[in-house]
């Protein structure tokens, strides 16, 4: 299953965005969660996804996330999550390797 995101992952729309899709979570086997869409992502957005992760794996879920924005490469960077994120992360919008 696929499932988009939309404009943001942050403090403000996590909430709601936990709402719909915690359920869609614990009905599929497998996610594919698409940042496409996302054009901002703060620390709150962050917990979110690793607690997607953490959900998942509680469940022996499959998900990843693809189309990354350049933003969450950054926080990934400098709240050292690479190690966490990285069997999860199948794309981004950035270069991992160039993004400061």
């Known amino acids: 299953m696929k499932y988009s995101f939309e404009k943001s992952l942050t403090f403000d729309t996590v909430p709601q ?3 719909k ?3 869609l979570l614990q009905a599929n086997s497998t996610i594919d969660f698409d940042l496409t869409s996302v054009a901002h992502i703060d ?3 962050v917990a979110f996804l690793l607690e997607l992760i953490r959900l998942s794996q509680a469940l022996n879920h499959s998900i990843c ?3 990354c924005p ?3 490469v950054r926080l990934e960077k400098i709240y050292q999550l690479e190690p966490v994120l990285a069997n ?3 794309s981004t919008h950035a270069s991992r390797a160039t993004v400061a």
Request: glycine share 6%; charged share 10%.
């Open 17 to 19: 965005i936990m709402a």
């Open 21 to 23: 899709v915690a359920p």
């Open 43 to 45: 620390s709150a957005g």
């Open 65 to 67: 996330f693809k189309h």
């Open 70 to 72: 350049a933003n969450l």
């Open 88 to 90: 999860y992360i199948k």
